[in-house]
């Protein structure tokens, strides 16, 4: 039997945890992207729009990640499509974080004062004018914290992408698991590598949190 | 040819009906004051004429162009009508300077520099030229309620329409503020304010105007309505007997 030192278990896990960051970046940013639009829609003008963006939002917050999973890799193979685990795990994560964040940051703008909306609108100020001069800029600095704070959520969300067999973090431990026979040690050591990225999150939310002053600005 | 006119107004939020129909010329250069109990329909006539709240029945025309609640209709009214509100509703993220150019630069596409000069003047024109850089959060709220007024004046109107601007200052405050109204009255702009300032309304108004449950009750210049109250409504408003 080949035997494994502690520093092979880890460095295969570090090299997996590599994955868990892009995966988490791509879902992060993606996320981003596909919340604002959402975001957009939610608190726009447009009946349709509103009801659209509710229904995806309540769809992909009322379900399971997991479930998201599933039929994001197991149901386009059903119309003959052949989901790399990859691509199923970036979708599902980038729809799901995009429905967070779209409802984090809609509390964010609609906590604005209403007068911020009159006045710009009694000066001229288009929907998108008040949005990009007006909202924005506040809603922002209302929402980074909150938003920085759901990023821990999105980095162990990864970890389900496992299942799917996505070789991430979690997935790389029960391999190595396999293999080594130390499900103590290894299952430890990435419980201590996902809180050595989440860590640093929570905290600088809390950091900005103070820094931005965000409950005792303006009022 | 007046300048504001608003003829036959009806607005309902639901079931309630707050103007039943309301018909007001203003000319130009007049300042008009608006008085009344909480509830008679002041605030929700001023929202109208900037088309903050749409009308249901009803015309209001200002210099000529009809109210019409769509984008580019609204637009056109309310680079004519500036609002100044009871909240300042100053935007905190800018200095008193930005809060000025803002909306030149977005909606007049003014360029920097020429908004800057604006800005300067106008702050200049409230006494406040040297606090063109202070956040709102570093000034007083008569301080905060003079840039408000310079910013409405920033976009050149021909009219501004006040909603109780000095209802949410210290006593000690309101003064400032009103000095302030007092002269851009003076210069001949045209001023519809709702107020509770009643010597104010007394002083400087050209007519003052009586709302009670949704109607223009009483109207007429100032020394006839404050002297000699016809109803018994305005009598008990007045506290006099």
Known sequence: MIEFSFWDILRNLLLAARWTVLLSLVSFIGGGMVGAAL???????????????????????????LMQLFLAFFGLGLFGIDV???????????????????????GCVESIAKGQW???ASLGMGYLQQMR???????????VPPTVGFSVQVVKGTALTSIIGF??????????????????????LVALIYFALCWPLSKSSQLLERKLNVAHRNH | MSLIAIT???????????LKGISIDVAPGEVVAIIGKSGSGKSTLLRCINGLETIDEGSIVVAGAQFLPDEVHLKALRLKVGMIFQQFNLFPHLTAGGNVMLSQMVVKKTPKRDAEAVARKMLDRVGLAHKF?????????????????????AMQPIALLCDEITSA????????????????????????????????????????????QGRVHEIGAPEDVFANPRTPELRQFLGVQ
């Open chain 1, 39 to 65: 975001l957009f829609l939610r608190i726009g003008g447009q009946r349709w729009a509103r009801l659209l963006s509710r229904g995806y939002i309540q769809l992909f917050q009322g379900t399971p990640l």
């Open chain 1, 84 to 106: 790399p685990a990859w691509l199923a795990a970036c979708v599902a994560l980038i729809l799901w974080t995009a429905a967070f964040l779209a409802e984090i940051w809609r």
């Open chain 1, 118 to 120: 009159e006045v710009s």
């Open chain 1, 133 to 143: 001069y007006v909202i924005l800029p506040q809603a922002l600095k209302v929402a």
């Open chain 1, 167 to 188: 070789v991430e973090l979690s997935k790389a431990g029960s391999i190595v698991t396999n293999a080594t026979f130390q499900p103590f040690t290894v299952y430890g």
């Open chain 2, 8 to 18: 036959e107004v009806k607005k309902r939020f639901g079931d309630n009906e707050v």
């Open chain 2, 133 to 153: 850089d202070a956040l709102p959060d570093e000034l007083s709220g008569g301080q905060q309620q003079r840039v408000a007024i310079a910013r409405a004046l």
């Open chain 2, 169 to 212: 200052l210290d006593p000690e405050l309101v003064a400032e503020v009103l000095a302030v109204v007092k002269e851009l009255a003076a210069e001949g702009m045209t001023l519809v304010m709702v107020t509770h300032e009643m010597r104010f309304a007394r002083d400087v108004c050209s007519r003052v105007v009586f709302m009670h």
